[in-house]
């Protein structure tokens, strides 16, 4: 994937393009996006817009096969940093949201101040269907669906339209797809006449009493790695496959062994 900064005077607008995957990201694309939006902040921008190509906004993560647990969790840890990260950009920040927005490119939204979307896009979370757990948007989706619409969109998986994420407060307006170009210069426009330090204030002020912390965090890391080991993703390169806890009920090492010589270390 390739990301691609677009500026008109104070305004900026990333496109995130990877038309093979309709814009699927990988982790190894995350430092690059919020490299070029941090890029857009220092060098005096004062808003910020983000964008698929070729039709899409984003159709979430790409996943490969089977990795070990450290992965599973350093992957995961990485999204959510970076979506804290994006989401603490000390200017205004909106998705443009055309064709699809699902899984993690749902999420990615949610990440923004603010969203305008066509009105023809889509969006859902189908992870339940793939046999995994959302690992870095469930906390916001929350406070921004409610916990019973949340179970709706978790555990059903539908693709919705994109009139239902407005009617919920979950995104924040539609326009004609024609009109949407017209739509994010006028977004950017406002902002423009805004003082830019009270924004940043106000900002902040939001989303010290909203974004998830460290608890949010933990759980959807919990909740992502248990889903991939109850799917037979979790393979450790150095694990044992059991072997340590059926020679516990035997009584045979290695559990013995390894009690031989922790038992009494560092006692005395």
């Given at each position: 994937?390739?990301?691609?900064?677009?500026?008109?005077?104070?305004?900026?607008?990333?496109?995130?393009?990877?038309?093979?995957?309709?814009?699927?990201?990988?982790?190894?694309?995350?430092?690059?996006?919020?490299r070029?939006?941090?890029?857009?902040v220092?060098?005096?921008?004062?808003?910020?817009?983000?964008?698929?190509?070729?039709?899409?906004?984003?159709?979430?993560?790409?996943?490969?096969?089977?990795?070990?647990?450290?992965?599973?969790?350093?992957?995961?840890?990485?999204?959510?940093?970076?979506?804290?990260?994006?989401?603490?950009?000390p200017?205004?920040?909106?998705?443009?949201?055309?064709?699809?927005?699902?899984g993690?490119?749902?999420?990615?939204?949610?990440?923004?101040?603010?969203?305008?979307?066509?009105?023809?896009?889509?969006?859902g979370?189908?992870?339940?269907?793939?046999?995994?757990?959302?690992?870095?948007g469930?906390?916001?989706?929350?406070?921004?669906?409610?916990?019973?619409?949340?179970?709706?969109?978790?555990?059903?998986?539908?693709?919705?339209?994109?009139?239902?994420?407005?009617e919920?407060?979950i995104?924040?307006?539609?326009?004609?797809?024609?009109?949407?170009?017209?739509?994010?210069?006028?977004?950017?426009?406002?902002?423009?006449?805004?003082?830019p330090?009270?924004?940043?204030?106000?900002?902040t002020?939001?989303?010290?009493?909203?974004?998830?912390?460290?608890?949010?965090?933990?759980?959807?890391?919990l909740?992502?790695?248990?889903?991939?080991?109850?799917?037979?993703?979790?393979r450790?390169?150095d694990?044992?496959?059991?072997?340590?806890?059926?020679?516990?009920?035997?009584?045979?090492?290695?559990?013995?062994?390894?009690?031989?010589?922790?038992?009494?270390?560092?006692?005395?």
């Open positions: 994937m390739t990301v691609r900064i677009d500026r008109e005077a104070e305004h900026v607008t990333l496109l995130v393009e990877n038309p093979e995957k309709r814009n699927a990201l990988y982790t190894e694309d995350l430092p690059e996006l919020l070029l939006a941090q890029q857009a220092d060098s005096g921008a004062k808003s910020l817009a983000l964008r698929g190509t070729a039709g899409n906004f984003c159709t979430g993560t790409v996943v490969e096969g089977a990795v070990d647990p450290r992965a599973i969790l350093l992957r995961t840890q990485k999204f959510q940093q970076f979506a804290a990260a994006f989401a603490a950009l200017l205004p920040t909106l998705a443009v949201v055309e064709g699809y927005a699902v993690g490119g749902f999420e990615l939204s949610l990440c923004c101040d603010f969203v305008l979307a066509a009105e023809d896009a889509q969006w979370m189908p992870e339940a269907d793939l046999g995994l757990t959302p690992s870095w469930v906390s916001r989706l929350v406070a921004r669906a409610g916990v019973q619409f949340a179970r709706q969109i978790l555990l059903l998986g539908a693709i919705h339209p994109a009139a239902t994420a407005v919920r407060g995104w924040d307006r539609l326009c004609p797809a024609q009109d949407l170009d017209h739509a994010v210069t006028e977004w950017h426009r406002l902002i423009a006449v805004k003082n330090q009270t924004l940043r204030q106000m900002k002020l939001l989303n010290s009493l909203a974004e998830p912390g460290p608890r949010e965090w933990g759980l959807e890391m909740s992502a790695g248990w889903s991939w080991a109850a799917e037979g993703h979790w450790a390169p694990g044992d496959d059991g072997r340590s806890v059926r020679s516990f009920t035997e009584g045979t090492p290695p559990w013995t062994v390894r009690r031989a010589a922790s038992r009494d270390f560092w006692t005395g």
